[in-house]
């Protein structure tokens, strides 16, 4: 079912009104989705690698501190340049990574890392082979099958393995003002969260509860969710130019200062960790 105004929603089989600037989102359990066209490619991250590295070392301290026996291997999905395969190798992982993007691949192997070219889950190199962590670092939100790429995580996950999704949440202040605000005409900063008119637009748009059911559905746990960092105060302006005019920089500047103390509270990215329930 999905018609020009309509989709059925992937997470609990609802229907999925569209709004006047093509997002479309389920009333039941929040699942927002767009058809924007996805591609290989990502918003280049320089102004943002300090607040991804925070947000790493939280993640591979849950991955450390609360599983036993010790996860050991672990996956990047869509792991670019390698910022996470680096940074988790330094904590004692055996890090490997596949990224759709040949450059960004290349560019990661001269840095060192173990790292095959290609989508998740179609691509060769992967074969047969099955981690401890199966990771998507800002990347699951730009995949188009959910259905198929939750099938990948079971193939090539250990039976005792962790998936875990960091991503931006619906539930966040800044989403719940940039929704706001397109209440009254004012679309540019939902755009912007959606990441319209960037090379590789977010197809789908979570919250911990609906990641949970769709999860569930598939044979999944929810075992934790960490809150984490959106941004920081230091390159908030080189973050706020990117791909903006100059009046819409300094408007996102000021919202985002105000809004800098409720960020932690009510947080704009979230990673979830999953484990396969046995039950299934
Ligand atoms: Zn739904």
């Known amino acids: 079912m999905k018609d020009a105004n ?15 600037a093509s997002y479309y989102s389920c009333a039941s359990c929040g699942y927002m989705a767009s058809d924007m066209r996805a591609s290989a490619g990502s918003e280049s991250a320089d102004a943002l690698e300090s607040v991804r590295v925070a947000n790493f070392g939280d ?8 599983y036993s026996p010790p996860l050991k291997s672990v996956l990047d ?16 992982f055996d890090c490997f990574g596949l990224e759709p993007e040949p450059a960004k691949a290349s560019l990661a192997r001269e840095r060192g890392c173990v790292v095959g070219t ?14 401890d962590v199966i990771i998507f670092n800002d990347s699951f939100e730009h995949i188009p099958n959910l259905a198929g790429v939750i099938n990948g995580i079971k193939r090539h996950l250990n039976e005792n393995g962790v998936a875990v999704i960091n991503l931006p949440s619906s539930g966040g202040i800044i989403f719940a003002v940039a929704s706001l605000l397109s209440k009254f005409g004012v679309w540019g900063p ?15 748009y979570f919250n911990p509860k609906n990641l949970e059911i769709l999860f569930a559905r598939n044979g ?10 959106y941004y920081s105060l230091d390159r908030l302006w080189t973050r706020c130019r990117y791909h903006s005019s100059i009046f819409a920089s300094v408007i996102s500047f000021l919202g985002l200062l105000l809004l800098y103390p409720f960020s932690r509270w009510k947080s ?9 329930d046995m039950k299934n």
């Open 6 to 20: 309509m989709m059925k929603c992937a997470v609990c089989g609802g229907v999925m009104p569209k709004d006047e």
């Open 268 to 276: 704009d990215v979230f990673a979830a960790f999953f484990r396969r």
């Open 77 to 92: 999905i869509g792991c670019a340049g390698g910022l996470f395969l680096k940074f988790a190798a330094g904590e004692g």
């Open 59 to 66: 993640i591979c301290g849950v991955l450390k501190s609360r």
């Open 118 to 131: 290609g989508f998740f889950p179609d691509a060769e190199w992967l074969g047969g082979k099955k981690f």
């Open 190 to 204: 939902l755009h912007r969260l959606w990441q319209r008119g960037i090379v590789s637009p977010h197809l789908h």
């Open 220 to 229: 999944f746990k929810m075992d934790l969710v960490l809150r984490l960092k």
